[in-house]
């Protein structure tokens, strides 16, 4: 109750100034605060209940990610007048395991009449901000005013672990627009040990259409080179004053821009608390030199090239990659100042409309998986795979060995499947084609092809020493596949029927199955 009154009482003077909205910012007195969500539970049929959903009302990207003091931090986009897109604001909610996440009262509130878009957050460990109370180090929230004329970045802090957030500066500008009037947005700040500066980058440039050329703006397009995007890279020292230290200009880049130091073949995460695939035999060169690192840039559609980066500029050798397969994976962040060297990431399940059957909260976070770069014959790759800390939700596990598929139906008939993080392993020579019905969601495996099948998206999956694995998660809301340790991945939207709680299996020869039952991660009500 206490931080809401404060966020309010720091913010309410510049809503109620003149300025232009980007949208309809809602009345300060039209918000629904957290405390008014608090009689909705998590118990409804459609509620997902291993990813993460607001209590009530919509979000989409996450924001801020950032681990301190024991707490992960996931601020969300979110409106808080309803179940569709508007009035943006920061949610927030913190975790001890990345799995059980409490909300709390809203972060950002919009002001100065522009909403609060998509950044990121971070640990000022040095306090070079000087706004560091005592030991409590400063959390930064570095976001996109998004106001109806140009957009520009600005900053908020918190002393108290994230519980009340102040606008530097009244929530001016850290980072002035960069005349591409709101194709700019979504700043990624973190800290470049290396260097010991500050570094933010910032998608600049919207690409520019036909259409885009021909109407009315025509004028302001005229001298714009055509499409491109463009990562603007700047640096700081004290995260207020800020310089552009170069361009990295692709026509793939387009929104929400992540940039991470990932090591390459990391021998089994046997250095950290990680979740590497179970067997990595199957990936070359595992040298586990925890030295060898590169650079990952991704976007919000998961679009990432790999390469180096020394503090100004990332260089590659132009390859573009796809870390995610499936229709329903964008705006993905990764938390900054992790504790145990992990990369974690979670994405937004965009299109998951559970507004539609009637839910008091719409759309939600993907499953946060670990990101590793492993050595394949194409290439330096990134995998990616469910944290390890999904283990504490299992709840009755089955296991079988090299069983022939037509003496499963037993067996599988025992299974409860309302929540499952479920594994398989074939040689689809032996098997043919293999179809799984998870809860009536069809998962289906083409031998010729090589590759897997759901709701006719295809997810690569060649056979590696004569065999394929997939493991899937399934919630009431989503299924998201992994495909060969993480080779390839898909995440989708997915409505399974409440009633259908089954797992079947069909195909010739012998499986290995291991299916988990999971326990939710809301408290029971
Ligand atoms: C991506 C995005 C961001 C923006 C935010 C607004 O989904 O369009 O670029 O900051 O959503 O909600």
């Known amino acids: 109750m ?92 913190v975790s001890k395991d990345m799995l059980r996440w409490e909300q709390l009262p809203h972060a950002i509130l919009p002001y100065g009449g522009g909403t609060i878009f998509s950044g990121t957050g971070a640990v000022d460990h040095n306090n070079t901000l000087g706004k560091q109370k005592g030991d409590v180090k400063t959390l930064i929230a570095s976001y996109t005013l998004a106001l109806k004329g140009p957009f520009y970045q600005a900053l908020a802090y918190s002393t108290d672990k994230g519980r009340t957030f102040e606008l530097l500066n009244e929530g001016k500008a850290v980072v002035p627009n960069q005349g591409i009037e709101r194709g700019e947005r979504d700043p990624k700040v973190f800290w470049h040990e290396a260097s010991k500066k500050w570094v933010m980058i910032l998608w600049v440039k919207k690409a520019i259409t036909d259409k885009d050329r021909r109407g009315r703006n025509k004028q302001r397009y005229k001298d714009m080179p055509n499409g491109p995007g463009k990562v603007r890279f700047f640096t700081s020292d004290n995260l207020t004053d800020w310089e552009v230290a170069s361009d990295f200009d692709r026509d793939w880049v387009f929104e929400c821009m992540d940039f991470v130091h990932l090591p390459v073949d990391p021998s089994s995460s046997k250095n950290y608390a990680g979740t590497s695939p179970s067997s990595s035999k199957n990936y070359a060169g595992t040298s586990g030199d925890l030295n060898n690192k590169k650079w990952l840039l991704f976007d919000a559609s998961f679009d990432y090239e790999i390469g180096e980066f020394d503090g100004t500029t990332f260089t590659t050798d132009k390859k573009v990659g796809l870390g995610d397969f499936g229709p329903n994976y964008y705006a993905a962040q990764t938390f900054n100042n992790s504790p145990d060297g992990r990369t974690v990431v979670i994405g937004w399940m965009r299109g998951s409309d559970f507004n539609k059957v009637g839910m008091p909260f719409n759309e939600q976070m993907s499953f946060p998986t670990t990101m590793e770069l492993r050595t394949t014959q194409d290439g330096i790759k990134l995998f990616r795979w469910p944290i390890q800390e999904i283990e504490s939700l299992y709840n009755r596990k089955h296991a079988f060995t090299n069983r022939p598929v037509a003496k499963l139906a037993d067996a599988l008939s025992e299974i409860d499947a309302d929540l499952i993080d479920a594994s398989i392993e074939f040689d689809p020579e032996e098997t043919g084609t293999i179809e799984w019905n998870l809860r009536g969601l069809k998962v289906s495996y083409d031998a010729d092809k090589q590759q897997f099948l759901y709701a006719g998206v295809p997810l690569a999956a060649p056979t590696v020493n004569g065999k394929v694995k997939l493991r899937v998660l399934v919630d009431r809301g989503s299924i998201e596949l992994f495909a060969n340790d993480g080779a390839a991945v898909a995440t989708h939207f997915a409505l399974p029927d409440p009633e259908n709680r089954s797992i079947r299996l069909s195909g010739n020869g012998s499986v290995s199955l291991v299916i988990n039952e999971l326990k939710s991660i809301w408290p029971q009500q």
């Open 2 to 93: 206490k931080a809401i009154l404060v966020t309010f009482a720091v913010i309410s003077p510049l809503l109620a100034q003149e300025g232009p909205t980007s949208q309809k910012v809602s009345e300060e007195k039209d918000m629904q605060t957290f405390p008014s969500y608090l009689d909705t539970g998590y118990d409804q049929k459609h509620r997902p209940q291993f990813h993460f959903t607001s209590r009530k009302n919509w979000l989409n990207d996450p924001n801020g990610m950032v681990y301190y003091d024991g707490e992960y931090h996931l601020f969300f986009q979110h409106n808080p007048m309803g179940n569709k897109w508007g009035n943006m604001t920061w949610g927030h909610a």
